[in-house]
């Protein structure tokens, strides 16, 4: 099935470094979430954007829907050691469509 | 409010066998979706179920299937497991009431499957 573009693959930061990722696709998605998985766990929600120039904040995280609808971008400012881990963006549609996820970008923090 | 649950966490099955695996969403949530992850080809999404009915199905063989009871619970069966069917099985609810954002999916911490 389709994915979406995330990119990079993998990073790796000193701590209080900001972070940033992002993830593309050739398709218009009216939904852009932000997830994040701990080794052994499920992906936890970490942000949700519904409108084309949308910018969400979360904490130190800041997420933006992009004008054209085919990308969205999330930010860390000041990364710490918990900030370890994979995020995947993911996309949908439209109301009742199944969600499509980016391939996840893994985050190591130096300390 | 008690976050989803998935049961087993671990399973470890042979070629040919057969397994269902179990997912109890958020109370309240009315629609579970499920998804294979695997360090390949990533999250790829299995079917999704709304008030007992299947709404959206992904490319997977029909050896995988689903169902979701009354009270929204739902399970999902592999039948005749191949080698490659091992993977992390995760299960999303989400809330879908009018007024409500309905995209949002919460997971579960999900169910390894490991075939020998």
């Known amino acids: 099935g389709q994915q979406l573009n995330q990119s990079p693959q993998s990073m790796f930061i000193q701590e209080g470094e900001d972070v940033s990722m992002n993830c593309t696709s050739s398709s218009i998605f009216n939904t852009w979430l932000w997830y994040k998985q701990d080794p052994g766990e499920g992906p936890v929600l970490l942000i949700a954007?519904?409108?084309?120039?949308e910018l969400t904040s979360n904490g130190r995280l800041t997420a933006q829907f992009g004008i054209t609808r085919k990308d969205s971008f999330l930010n860390i400012s000041a990364s710490i050691p918990s900030d370890v881990g994979i995020y995947f963006c993911a996309g949908q549609r439209s109301g009742n469509t199944p969600l499509v996820f980016g391939k996840g970008t893994r985050l190591s923090v130096i300390a | 409010k008690a976050g989803v649950t998935q049961t087993p966490r671990y399973l470890i099955k042979t070629r040919g066998q057969q397994v269902t695996l179990s997912c109890s969403p958020i109370?309240?949530?009315?629609?579970v979706s499920w998804y294979q992850q695997t360090p390949g080809q990533g999250l790829q999404f299995l079917f999704e179920y709304f008030s007992e009915t299947q709404r959206n199905k992904g490319n997977f063989p029909g050896r995988f299937s689903g169902r979701q009871f009354s009270n929204s619970r739902s399970e999902m069966n592999v039948s005749t497991l191949e080698l490659g069917d091992s993977a992390l099985y995760l299960c999303?609810?989400?809330?879908?009431?009018?007024?409500?954002?309905?995209?949002?999916?919460?997971f579960g911490p999900g169910t390894r499957l490991t075939v020998l």
């Open positions: 999303a609810s989400s809330l879908e009431l009018r007024g409500f954002r309905p995209n949002e999916q919460f």
């Open positions: 109370s309240g949530h009315r629609s």
């Open positions: 954007l519904y409108k084309a120039g």
